[in-house]
């Protein structure tokens, strides 16, 4: 392949993906045709519609006779029937001229239909003409009801319905109402979009604020707990769901606005217990509080006569030989993951005369197992003391 002939291919190849690109944005466009299968005509045709979904129209395509003409356009709210000799109530939506395509051919109609947007069940009347009085110039087909009172439905797809309508000469010429009439065209519409709002009670996010989205879509949505809570369901507007408790959630949008509410309960109250060993008491020996949201008080260690403060223990997990504080007043701190959660803290104390007086240097925490250090002493000093503690499981500590 030479030069020339690549750089050519390539061309076309560009020109045809240029020419694409309208295509796919309009992906999302849907439409409806009736029939283009003409045996009678008139100046216009009213007929109605009916969404089954949430619908915004777009634009038309009819049928009409050759030649170049004006075409108006006009609708309104619920049946053309009773409303055909009169423009009482209806809106004239926009006048265009066109050049047909031919008869039985679709000629596109250039109105902006988009200020016509329907609800799932309402119906609408769509009223198309040209402007020329008794002229065999919109081309439609004879319909098939045999006495002609609300209009046979003539084709539907999932979102709208088109029924048969009424032949009219322009425009709401009370000369004559020809019934019943199909009209020969195309309606291209969009699915109106619907508000999702995801929202996150107190303890808890979820994993979406919520968005637009259109009828038949596709929809899952997570709520995590925080620290301290758990999920216990959702709170739902706008949709039934057979498990509202179901965590990711997962539905296909309706054709309505939806909302829900993630819920989270906060966890049962945890225990905390300050014990003191002999020569001391504390305080305060008990409380209990919310994981998350509680605030403990604490507790005060107070030594006896001829005894000594030395620091406070953390006897839940047996960390016997780690001092955690050696502050008299000992608050609790959240865990790694921000809440509070069972515990016993000990307040240790020594007699004066079994301390080893130490040189004014900045204070550490002694190494475990040297066996001249305070600590070790208060080891020595405790062994064979028992702490009985009613917690969890009522388990024995020793110490």
Known sequence: ??????????????????????????????????????????????????????????????????????????????????????????????????????????????????????????????????????AALMLYTNGTSPEFTTGNLFVEDDNLQIFEGTGKSYAFDPWGNFQPRIWNGTIYYNLEPHDLTVEAGAGGAVSTAGGEYTAGEPITVAATANPGYYFVGWTVTGI???????????????????????????????????????????????????????????????????????????????????????????????NENGVYTDAIYVAVFLPLDEIVPVPPVAPTIPAAGDSATLWSMALMFFAGCTVVVAVLGKRQRRI
């Open 240 to 334: 039934q769901l057979s498990d509202i408790t179901a965590n990711p959630l997962s539905f296909t949008m309706p054709d309505n606005d939806v909302v829900l509410v993630a819920n989270f309960v906060a966890e049962a109250n945890v225990d905390i217990y300050y014990l003191a060993t002999e020569g001391g008491r504390v305080t305060r020996e008990h409380e209990s509080i919310a994981p998350a949201t509680g605030a403990p008080t604490g507790s005060t260690a107070i030594a006896d006569v001829g005894f000594e403060f030395i620091g406070w223990v953390d006897a839940t997990h047996e960390e016997y030989e780690t001092i955690i504080s050696v502050d008299e007043h000992f608050i609790p701190s959240r």
């Open 1 to 134: 392949m030479n030069r020339l002939m690549r750089n050519t291919l390539l061309l076309i190849a560009l020109m045809l993906a240029l020419v694409m690109i309208p295509t796919l944005a309009l992906a999302s466009e849907l439409s409806l045709t009736t029939i283009y299968d003409t045996d009678n005509s008139q100046s216009g045709i009213m007929f109605d519609i009916v969404a089954k979904s949430a619908i915004r129209l777009d634009r038309l395509d009819s049928n009409i006779a050759d030649g170049t003409y004006t075409i108006e356009i006009y609708t309104r709210s619920g049946t053309h029937l009773g409303f055909e000799d009169s423009p009482d109530g209806w809106d004239l939506v926009g006048t265009a001229t066109i050049t047909s395509a031919g008869d039985n051919q679709p000629t596109p109609i250039p109105i902006d239909l988009s200020s016509i947007v329907l609800s799932a069940g309402e119906r609408q009347a769509l009223y198309v003409t040209t402007t020329v009085p008794h």
